[in-house]
Nanobody
Framework: VQLQASGGGLVQTGGSLRLSCSASRRTFRNNGMGWFRQASGKEREFVATISWNGGGTYYTESVKGRFIISRDNAKDTAYLQMNNLEPEDTAVYYC?????????????????WGQGTLVTVSS
């Protein structure tokens, strides 16, 4: 395993969770990082991405103003702070390391994937 996602769980509507994505066996400090999610019966979708140095971030429209992506290269860890969660946010969340330093919103631009962590938001 090279990327390990954690921090998922069950939360009520309006609650918060922070997901972590830590690297092992190799460093991803020079890679853009991304978070994706996959709800039951749906395709994997982009959530947020961050450039190698944290200078650039980009979010899907539905999470703007609620989610914050960040990274700590000293710890080889990326984060996704999720606030004001909604039932529609329920999904398995995956972190991934991009082929590029800038990151991407495209699934096919990611080379390494974590195993996913389940986020369930109850209404």
């Amino acid at each position: 395993v090279q990327l390990q996602a954690s921090g998922g769980g069950l939360v009520q509507t309006g609650g918060s969770l922070r997901l972590s994505c830590s690297a092992s066996r190799r460093t991803f400090r020079n890679n853009g990082m991304g978070w994706f999610r996959q709800a039951s019966g749906k395709e994997r979708e982009f959530v947020a991405t961050i450039s190698w140095n944290g200078g650039g971030t980009y979010y899907t429209e539905s999470v703007k103003g609620r989610f914050i992506i960040s990274r700590d290269n000293a710890k080889d860890t990326a984060y996704l702070q999720m606030n004001n969660l909604e039932p529609e946010d329920t999904a398995v969340y995956y972190c991934a390391a991009a082929r590029s330093a800038s990151g991407s919103s495209r699934v096919d631009q990611y080379q390494y994937w974590g195993q996913g962590t389940l986020v369930t938001v109850s209404s």
